[in-house]
């Protein structure tokens, strides 16, 4: 699989669902990974990037920056409310906003800073223990209390459970979104990002697909 391969088969999902070509952002996920393949996607032409962790982003993407215009950086792993601010300075969006403190802190900073990248509030479609996430039955009114904070909400995000078809996820997903006036989707991943597209992902997050499989040190 190469970064061609996976934009064709966008493309392709894009016009299945007669969605309008260059509809769906692909998040090339970059993270674990040696900064050779990321250099060599860049080279390429790809600006649009996900990150989990703000510590590696942090020592991986200002260089790059410099390297490379037009770079857009997409935080979407758990977020700390202690690196709150240097994911701001770093990220154009944030993909995991999932509870009440956090839109507080960012809010503050958004202040003192004086802008906010784009928000995606995360929903725990599948209500695991283990993951984060607001619950779908509070997804309403956590989307209604950031947007009191003037928080720049654009849309959600899900990560559904390993276990289970992810088209009811993405679903779901959806009609949390259509009701709150949202228009973005963070959802799917290398192996259901078509199914995502049908039901009106705009977002979708790609990673060992592009890259290779990841190497942690």
């Not at 202040?111 to 619950?135: A, W």
Request: net charge negative; aromatic share 4%.
């Amino acid at each position: 699989m190469s970064l061609d391969d996976i934009t064709a088969r966008i493309k392709a999902a894009e016009a299945k669902a007669g969605r309008p070509d260059g509809s769906v952002a692909l998040i090339a996920v970059s993270k674990v990974q040696p900064n050779e393949r990321v250099q060599n996607v860049l080279e390429k032409g790809h600006r649009t990037f996900g990150e989990n962790r703000v510590q590696e982003a942090a020592g991986k993407w200002p260089a790059f920056r410099e390297a490379f215009d037009g770079v857009d950086l997409h935080l979407i792993g758990p977020l700390q409310t202690n690196k709150a601010r240097q994911a701001m300075e770093l990220a154009q969006s944030i993909h995991t906003l999932d509870r009440p403190k956090l839109a507080k802190t960012l809010a503050r900073l958004a202040q003192d800073i004086g802008s906010c990248p784009d928000l995606y509030i995360q929903v725990n479609t599948g209500e695991e223990p283990q993951k984060t996430g607001v619950l779908p039955a509070e997804a309403d009114a956590f989307v209604a209390e950031a947007q009191t904070l003037d928080l720049p909400v654009k849309g959600l995000m899900c990560i559904p459970p390993v276990d289970e078809e992810p088209s009811l996820h993405f679903a779901l997903l959806s009609k949390i979104a259509a009701r709150n006036g949202l228009t973005g989707l963070s959802m799917g991943m290398s192996s259901d990002f078509e199914k995502a597209i049908a039901l009106g992902a705009t977002h979708v997050r790609v990673g060992s697909a592009i890259f290779g499989d990841r190497t942690p040190g």
